[in-house]
């Protein structure tokens, strides 16, 4: 390397020390030993040199490669966003036509739970309706009974009394003492006839309170609470 500095040093000497050309500014130096020095400072370049005049000499090779393989790499960056584009538009369509039949197996399978409702609602709705009326059926029938019963102690009071009055001969003091008893008798009928009848009452109510509670509340009406 400090041959190389030296072979410069010599030539700058040179030009500096050759006698110049009249009216110009050039020089006029032994063009041999000239080019001898230009050839030895050739040879000894370093090879980190030459290889970056290689490197210089192609530059325009290696500039049109790059420029061809960064056209093959947008060309294929091109492609590959085409096909990830192709495949997302798939993609899209199929999660689409799975969403659509989703949505159609929904519809269908809440329809099928409406009607499945709809149904239980009226068979729920005529045994409701059927066992209001048996309660009621049977509600008639005992009052009908208790009724028929009643109708026959008044028959049998009406006979006491009758008997009571054929009996009026007898001294009053048995005829008072039959009065008590008869009155006694009957009093003790009509409580229980009281109680019998309070009972169904009650039964009646409950009945309508049970139908009230069964039946559906309507648009606009809310259910009968229990009594």
Do not use: W
Request: no cysteine; net charge negative.
């Amino acid at each position: 390397m400090d041959r190389i500095y030296d072979t410069l040093d010599e030539i700058v000497t040179m030009i500096e020390q050759a006698r110049g050309v009249p009216m110009s500014t050039s020089a006029m130096v032994p063009r041999d030993h000239v080019l001898d020095l230009l050839d030895e400072l050739r040879d000894r370049l370093p090879p980190a040199v030459i290889q970056a005049k290689a490197v210089l000499d192609r530059r325009g090779e290696l500039l049109d490669a790059a420029q061809v393989e960064a056209d093959r790499i947008a060309t294929r960056a091109r492609q590959d966003a085409d096909a990830l584009a192709a495949r997302a538009r798939a993609d899209a369509e199929d999660l689409q036509a799975i969403a659509a039949q989703r949505r159609a197996e929904l519809l269908a399978l809440g329809q099928r739970e409406h009607e499945r409702l709809v149904s239980e609602g009226t068979r729920l709705r005529a045994e409701v309706i059927a066992q209001a009326q048996q309660d009621h059926d049977e509600l008639l029938a005992q009052g009908h009974s208790e009724r028929e019963r009643l109708i026959s102690e008044s028959e049998i009071y009406r006979s006491a009394v009758s008997r009571a009055d054929e009996l009026g001969a007898a001294t009053a003091a048995e005829a008072d003492v039959m009065r008590r008893e008869v009155d006694s008798y009957v009093d003790a009928k009509l409580a229980h006839f009281e109680a019998t009848l309070s009972h169904l009452l009650r039964s009646v109510e409950h009945g309508r309170a049970n139908v009230g509670a069964r039946r559906p509340a309507g648009p606009g009406r809310p259910a009968a609470a229990p009594e």
